[in-house]
């Protein structure tokens, strides 16, 4: 080996942070993946989507995309011990820059997911009163959100936002400052039992109430002719990426921080699977509850109006605990649900941000968490914690999603196939310490169809993006928070690497992948 090639030191790796036990990475993997998105995102793009139906595309994506996808990002992080700057920066030096689009990602996520998270919050407390009176939907925009004009830039702060967002992002950083096994392992630990606690204690709940079956049958019947529809497909291999929280940082972050055996393949199949198990219980959940809706109203679930994202939960689900017998228990159960939900796929996010920095810098758990905490939680309360709010959130939402999720999975397989071909060395790596083994086909799917069908998401959308914009928002707010929110993106993701590494990430000018003994550096 030449000497200018500089091995990973044992120093750095020993003091890399790791979970304290398997079962600890598991549970935290299950925390991120179950989020925001299964409890208020997947019922309505379901429903969207061909209801029953849309379970055959789901289980399709998620066999042949979500968890392969799943299993890339484990053994690049897991191989290479890093955050995804530092994971990809070792797979090959000049790919770095993709690493950082993904940690771009996680925090454009994070700042607006915090404000979710700090709804839900006022909200669990509301449904004790029923705060929200006889008008739900005008509570929610006029007094809660106070978003008078849907498109307008403004730092007045709505303190009934505000406050509950600093206090989510308090918590945060503390448990990010903990680091790995005392904050993000000891979180999940607590957060995901009372989650499945409360959660199931809600659906059944839900399942009493009359016209429950009608919702269900909704939710079960399938529209058989939505399966021809290639947006339905599209909208299946969105909600997996979302939902496993793959593709774009988080998994290889955590990954980075497992000890040298560690069952991968299995553990990612058991979250997964957990993950689809928890996301159609809470599409049972809400589809009983819209049955019930749909029975008040004596009317059908498909006439129900507002049955997707922030409405569902937000003004649909507020109208319906007013009805309801036990409504403010109900009410509690699930916005408290969708709270502990959040919060362990927000550490998650937070993490892949903190991690970067620690990789790059050479800063401590503490520092990362309180520097960039710091800017999270000012970028976040500037935009969302004031009247901007909604449609910022809505907007960012969508660009971040449909552009810089897809965009950092597709980059990651063009990577690993054409870039620095990595996939045998990588199922080699999957499959010495997994139960589960990843055939040939893994790297087919990699290497072939999942990139092929990522361009197929990505190009439509950026087209349609491109002529249309998006929604009626008017182009000057599109091109702020849409395609102006990407090009700082951009821009940071280029700037990035061209900072030094702290010596502990040992990548020298000459680092060289092939040249380095991966197996020396794992205890
Ligand atoms: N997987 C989590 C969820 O479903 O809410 C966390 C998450 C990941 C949210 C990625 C949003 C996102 F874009």
Redesign the pocket.
């Known amino acids: 080996m030449s000497e200018m090639v500089s091995k990973p030191a044992a120093s750095d790796q020993t003091s890399r942070q790791s979970w304290g036990t398997q079962y600890g990475f598991l549970i935290a993997a299950i925390g991120?993946?179950?989020?925001?998105?299964?409890i208020w995102?997947f019922p309505g793009v379901a429903y969207q989507n061909g209801g029953g139906a849309f379970i055959v595309p789901y289980l399709i994506a998620l066999l042949a995309i979500g968890l392969p996808m799943l299993m890339l990002d484990y053994a690049i992080g897991h191989k290479f011990r890093g955050s995804p700057p530092l994971a990809l920066a070792r797979v090959n030096r000049r790919t770095e820059a993709v690493g950082w689009w993904q940690v771009g990602?996680c925090f454009f996520?994070v700042v607006y997911?915090a404000a979710i998270i700090a709804w839900a919050l006022r909200y669990t407390v509301f449904s004790f009163t029923r705060a929200w009176g006889n008008d739900p939907a005008g509570f929610f925009s006029d007094k809660f959100l106070q978003a008078q004009d849907t498109t307008s830039i403004s730092i007045t702060p709505v303190w009934g936002i505000a406050l509950p967002l600093i206090l989510v992002w308090v918590v945060t950083i503390i448990l990010i400052a903990l680091g790995i096994s005392r904050g993000i392992e000891w979180i999940t630990k607590i957060c995901i039992p009372l989650l499945v606690v409360l959660f199931i204690a809600m659906v059944i709940k839900a399942l009493t109430l009359p016209g429950a079956t009608d919702g269900l049958n909704k939710f079960f019947t399938p529209d058989w002719s939505a399966l021809w529809n290639g947006k339905v497909w599209i909208a299946a291999v969105a909600q997996i990426?979302?939902?496993?929280?793959v593709g774009?940082g988080?998994m290889m972050t955590y990954a980075s921080y497992l000890k040298k055996r560690s069952n991968l393949t299995g553990t990612g199949l058991v979250a997964g699977f957990a993950?689809s198990s928890f996301e159609i219980l809470a599409g049972i959940g809400v589809f009983a509850t819209l049955g019930y809706m749909a029975h008040l109203q004596g009317t059908s679930v498909d006439k129900l109006e507002n049955i997707s994202g922030v409405s569902l939960s937000f003004i649909t689900f507020p109208q319906i605990i007013n009805e309801m017998p036990g409504g403010a228990i109900f009410g509690a159960l699930f916005f408290a649900s969708l709270v502990l939900?959040?919060i362990t796929?927000m550490v998650?996010?937070v993490q892949v941000v903190a991690g970067a920095f620690q990789d790059k810098i050479g800063w401590t758990s503490k520092r990362a968490s309180l520097i960039l905490g710091i800017v999270l939680a000012v970028v976040s309360v500037f935009f969302f914690g004031t009247t901007t709010g909604l449609a910022a959130l809505d907007t960012v939402?969508n660009y971040?999603?449909t552009i810089g999720?897809v965009g950092a999975a597709l980059s990651l397989c063009v990577i690993v196939t054409v870039i620095t071909p990595s996939l045998r060395t990588l199922r080699i790596h999957l499959n010495v310490t997994s139960a589960v083994k990843a055939g040939k086909w893994w790297e087919g799917l990699i290497g072939f169809v999942i990139p092929v069908l990522l361009v197929f998401m990505l190009v439509p959308n950026l087209v349609d993006l491109i002529s249309h914009g998006y929604g009626d928002y008017p182009r000057w707010w599109t091109n702020t928070f849409g395609w102006g929110m990407l090009a700082i993106l951009l821009v940071f993701s280029a700037v990035m690497p061209r900072l030094k590494w702290h010596k502990s990430a040992e990548i020298s000018p000459s680092f060289d992948l092939e040249n380095v003994d991966w197996n020396k550096e794992e205890d």
């Not at 991120?32 to 299964?38: D, P, R, V």
């Open positions: 991120s993946a179950i989020g925001l998105g299964n995102r990602v996520i997911y990426f979302y939902s496993l929280s774009f988080i993950n939900a959040g796929s998650s996010l939402d971040i999603n999720v």
